[in-house]
């Protein structure tokens, strides 16, 4: 039985999501696909367009036909579009389902391109946490951000960066000794690891791992570090 999202012109961006959601819980391959589709905004996409991004790192060894995907996202819209919209998939040629997918999501655009510019730099100047207990709380925040401006079709922002990002969350006074172990640092994922790991589940324990691992400090910042951490 065909399943219908039919178009809400009242709730565009609400249609949007929810349609992609659904596309890409049938096909994980469609999440790359579709924002690929409206990266063309206003250029038509052809054949051999699809064909050459079956080819690209975008479906790089998953055997996914773009080809069969554009002709059922075609059929999949025409069951779903109305009023307008549904102009627009009669302008486009006939199987062609990711420019019936530009030709009707692009036009919602203006809100969407502002909002992403807006993310992007929501999200390379995080707000800081107020004290370090409050530290993983406000990463996961950041993290629905980041998640927020890939769906908007965001670039990846690389695991490197992710961890100068973090670092910046650090409360103020976050002791330097501290922040010197955390800058060693290039996997965004071990990093947040290391932290929920140590940092908050035992402080005492990361305290005494950075040490070993940081000789060269000083008893004095580990003084420092210790009075700042525990003085709470």
């Known amino acids: 039985m065909a399943i219908h999202f039919q178009l809400d012109h009242n709730n565009q961006e609400k249609w949007m999501a929810t349609v992609k959601n659904y596309l890409i819980g049938e096909r994980w391959e469609m999440v790359d696909l579709l924002n690929w589709a409206e990266r063309f905004e206003k250029m038509p996409i052809e054949e051999h367009h699809l064909r050459a991004v079956a080819n690209s790192h ?13 002709q059922e996202l075609w059929a999949f819209l025409n069951l779903n579009l109305v009023g307008s919209a549904r102009a627009k998939f009669d302008k486009a040629p ?6 019936v997918w530009r030709r009707v999501v692009c036009p919602m655009a203006p809100k969407s391109v502002a909002r992403r510019v807006d993310l992007h730099t929501d ?7 107020k004290r370090l207990a409050d ?5 996961e925040a950041w993290e629905k951000l980041r998640d ?6 965001g670039q990846e922002v690389q695991s490197d960066e992710q961890c100068v990002i973090l670092l910046k969350m650090l409360p103020s006074d976050t002791p330097a000794s501290m922040i010197m172990v955390l800058e060693d640092f290039t996997n965004y994922d071990a990093l947040k690891a290391k932290l929920e790991k140590y ?3 035992d402080p005492y324990l990361f305290v005494a ?3 070993l691992s940081h000789r060269s400090y000083s008893l004095l910042k580990f003084l420092v570090f210790f009075e700042h951490l525990f003085a709470r």
Request: net charge negative; aromatic share 12%; no cysteine.
């Open 58 to 70: 975008l479906m790089q060894d998953t055997g996914f036909d773009t080809i069969q995907a554009s």
């Open 94 to 99: 006939r199987l062609n389902g990711f420019d």
């Open 123 to 129: 999200l390379h100047n995080p707000a800081r946490a």
């Open 135 to 139: 530290l993983i709380e406000t990463v």
């Open 148 to 153: 927020r401006y890939y769906e908007m079709g």
């Open 199 to 201: 940092f908050l589940h």
């Open 209 to 211: 791992q950075s040490l």
